[in-house]
């Protein structure tokens, strides 16, 4: 019979042979330090338009409300790291993790075979999967489970990785051995703060409502004109990313359906601004930039196009 602490190490050893790039464990319970700050944030509107943030709070802090008789959270880290690769340094920009097929959709399928390891291993067992679909705080969960620490910008970096990653989950009640959580090495830089155009960081914390990638992704009105410039990002934005110091550790991912389509690439600052809905459909199939519509996308390359410094 195996013990705690053997079982997670089985877990972790079969996510690291199905690529997966961090694996930690966590302890399930009540997430009494993150409560409060997300009530403020709340409470602050930092939300936004993002009405859903609001909606099962209790299940957030929680995750034995979202399985019953929870004992642990597996969480683990997924790399998508592409240096940027456009043709035209001048083009709109994509974040990078939305090159390739919808992550949403490729990391559920990379998940499957270690819940079949799990459950074959380990009996009949309570197991959920979340990747990024459900009211779970998921960074809470990396830092405990000591995959990283929450950086200044609020996204979770690893030493010796950086912060290209995405988080997923699995809620068990299957009984393992919790890990460290990480400790933060942020130290006193403030890059990531200094470098945001429209001033949406403070140290670990983000204004949802002035972030480029909510105005570019989650906002479904008009871009009001005193959102600031986006510099040429038209969905998602990397600029914290991009400055933070801890990135220059990243490596290229190794998962085929992240790659970018070498027509999108390709892609001209007119060509962009001249896109048809066919050759958006063709260009993002089975894409996150499908989130935003076309009609989205249009709206962003408007402002793009009225932004007085409009290039960066």
Known sequence: MDTSREKADRIKAKAHELGFL?????RAGFLEEEAPRLEQWLREGRQGAMGY???????RLDPR???PGAKSVISLAYNYHTPPRQ??????????????RDYHKV???RLKPLIAFITERFGEVALRAFVDSAPVLEKAWARRSGIGWMGKHTNIIR???GSYFFLCELITDLELAPDAPATDHCG???RCIDACPTDAITPYGVDGSRCISYFTIELKDAIPAEAGDFRNWAFGCDICQQVCPWNRFSTPHREPEFAPKPELMALTTDEWHGMTEVLFDRLFEGSAVKRTKFSGLQRNLRHLRASPAGHG
């Open 22 to 26: 961090a694996c930690g464990v966590a």
């Open 53 to 59: 943030m609001a909606r099962h709070a209790d299940l």
């Open 65 to 67: 409300k979202l399985v």
């Open 87 to 100: 043709a035209d340094p001048g083009a709109p920009k994509l974040s990078t993790y939305a090159y390739g």
């Open 107 to 109: 990391v559920k399928k």
């Open 159 to 161: 030493q010796g990785a």
């Open 188 to 190: 006193t830089c403030r």
